[in-house]
């Protein structure tokens, strides 16, 4: 079962605009991390965000956690044709750091 | 080396055969997983392994035994699966670095697409 729900569950978007997930979780957390998939291919982890921080960046990947919402979001500035993939955030699901489950995933398609 | 290496990396197998998924990391991961995804689903945990015992099974269907015979390798034994366990299955595994294991990074393996006929 999923710990958490993305939003839109599909986003498509213009080369060079900026694209904006979400993902909100039920349970409290240690860290909430962000992977991308493409098609038919294994996941890539883009990014760790611990629940002490509020905001996180990596090139062009902007990553915020509101622990008080139960929310996160990733925002990819200047989107490539490249950045077409499926978007995942990922949380655990107990105290153990074993119970890894994903959200629902956005499928963000970028049009030349 | 942030490497998980699965084989193979597309399987075609009959109702009626055993045939087996394996995961190999050189990471000294002392956690491995397994997950099944379904098209346009994410990834659904099946087996957990922490130093080579199994410590979660999400109540994933007998035809399906994994087994840790060491610390580098995870398999996934198949036998009798149904045509809806086609599917792809992702290898990942984490490292124990820190006091905080669940504030490790979780590597993916590229998958093993399946498809029962």
């Known amino acids: 079962s999923q710990q958490g729900e993305e939003d839109p569950q599909a986003l498509s978007i213009q080369e060079g605009e900026n694209a904006t997930m979400n993902c909100s979780y039920k349970?409290?957390?240690?860290?909430l991390q962000w992977y991308r998939q493409n098609s038919g291919r294994g996941l890539v982890h883009l990014i760790l965000i611990r629940s002490n921080e509020r905001e996180k960046h990596s090139g062009r990947l902007r990553v915020t956690l509101d622990t008080s919402k139960k929310s996160s979001s990733l925002l990819i500035t200047a989107s490539r044709a490249a950045d077409t993939a499926s978007y995942f955030c990922a949380t655990y699901r107990d105290n153990y750091g074993q119970n890894f489950v994903f959200g629902p995933g956005t499928r963000l398609s970028v049009l030349p | 080396d942030t490497e998980v290496t699965q084989t193979p990396k597309h399987l075609v197998m009959g109702m009626t055969n055993k045939k087996s998924l394996k995961c190999e990391q050189h990471?000294?991961?002392?956690?491995m997983y397994w997950y099944k995804q379904k098209a346009k689903k994410p990834p659904e945990l099946m087996f957990v392994y922490s130093y080579e015992k199994l410590s979660i099974n999400e109540s994933v269907p007998s035809r399906f035994s994994p087994e840790c015979p060491n610390s580098s390798l995870l398999n996934l034994h198949l036998h009798a699966l149904q045509p809806e366990d086609s599917a792809l299955y992702l290898c990942a595994s984490r490292g124990d670095r820190g006091p905080d294991r669940s504030g490790n990074t979780i590597y993916f393996g590229e998958g093993s697409w399946l498809t029962v006929v």
């Open positions: 349970t409290s957390i240690n860290n």
């Open positions: 990471m000294g991961h002392r956690a």
